[in-house]
């Protein structure tokens, strides 16, 4: 039986580890934040140490896009400085390190999906935190995957189809961004997706390298929302009007890119992983919410 220890585990994504790991029988160890601060770089040669996993799998961020506008330093640390730390104590111990990365480490100008050897150039600091923690992991670790993913939601943590529930509570209409373009994925989809990848990881080192995972069926974030609204009415009994707007009427601190559609075909042809529509994940995400209001407010 395979060994993973997770970190950032009270995450959306590391949630998600924790919950779909036992269902195919891997052992996982999930580590939140008060447990392992992965800035840290003794703590976590010391923890990894004594866990001694057959893989790390990291899914702990800096994931606050507009706030590391004004935290660029806590963005770093968390981006770069703890990817770096993982990376070098696996690599210590000869451990493959799977490590999470974004869809915001492209500028958004392609006209098609992105590839995974197309030239990187982050809009924001977010972005160019996470893409200085791919450079770190690629430096110090050679069995590692860095896994490229886009716009995660799921029925808890901060998401947007959480911001759209709770707006869509109290407001009669949301205006909402039409003119950025990608891929959103549930958390479940991407923990199930490390959780196909890691065995074939460990038996093929060669596979190491950089993969594009998002759920299938691009669109916008108005899409998205609209998609929420239809599918969450028949619940909640509120059906905002939405509004498409430009990015222009909706300015952020930090810029998106218009296009981050992440080409997915390399995943599928090396793992045998594809992409599942992202409404699927949607709904089964919805039924969590209801079954469990609770878990539904911030
Ligand atoms: N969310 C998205 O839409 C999105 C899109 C593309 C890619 N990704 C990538 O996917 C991965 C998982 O994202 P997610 O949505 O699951 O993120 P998330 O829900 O924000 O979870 C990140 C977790 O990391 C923890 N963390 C932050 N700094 C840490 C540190 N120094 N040491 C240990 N833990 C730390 C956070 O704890 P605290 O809450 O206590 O800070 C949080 O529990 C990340 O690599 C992210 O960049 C996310």
């Known amino acids: 039986m395979i060994r993973l220890l997770v970190t950032g585990a009270g995450g959306q994504v590391g949630r998600a580890l924790l919950e779909a790991a036992p269902l195919v029988d891997v052992l996982v160890t999930g580590l939140g934040h008060s447990s392992l601060d992965i800035t840290r770089k003794d703590e976590v040669a010391e923890r990894i140490a004594a866990e001694r996993p057959d893989i790390v799998v990291n899914a702990a961020a800096y994931t606050a896009v507009d706030k590391a506008e004004s935290e660029t330093e806590a963005a770093f ?25 974004t869809d915001y480490v492209f500028d958004g100008r392609a ?30 670790n050679s069995r ?32 909402i961004v039409d003119d950025q373009y990608g891929c959103p994925t549930p958390a479940r989809d991407i923990a199930d997706a490390v959780l196909t990848l890691a065995p074939q990881l460990l038996e093929r080192p060669e596979t190491a390298g950089t993969y594009h995972f998002c759920g299938a069926g691009p669109t916008t974030w108005f899409g998205f929302a609209d998609a929420i609204v ?69």
């Not at 703890?82 to 999470?100: E, F, K, Q, S, V």
């Open 111 to 140: 006209e098609g999906p992105y590839g995974e050897d197309d030239p990187v150039a982050p809009l924001g600091t977010y972005g160019r935190s996470k893409e200085a923690g791919e450079r770190a992991v690629r430096r110090s």
């Open 144 to 175: 590692h995957v860095i896994l490229r993913t886009a716009w995660v939601f799921g029925a808890s943590g901060h998401n947007f189809l959480r911001t759209v529930l709770r707006l869509a509570e109290d407001r009669d209409e949301l205006r």
């Open 77 to 101: 640390a968390a981006n770069e400085t703890g990817p770096a730390n993982l990376a070098a104590a696996c690599d210590t111990l000869g451990m493959p390190l799977i490590h999470l990365s």
């Open 230 to 298: 239809e599918a969450a009415a028949p619940l909640t009994g509120r059906r905002p009007r939405l509004v498409p707007i430009p990015s222009s009427a909706y300015p952020t601190p930090a810029p998106r890119p218009a296009n981050s559609v992440l080409d997915c075909r390399k995943i599928g042809e090396t793992f045998g992983i594809g992409q599942r529509p992202w409404r699927e994940g949607l709904a089964a995400a919805l039924a969590t919410c209801f079954d469990n209001p609770a878990g539904t407010a911030h």
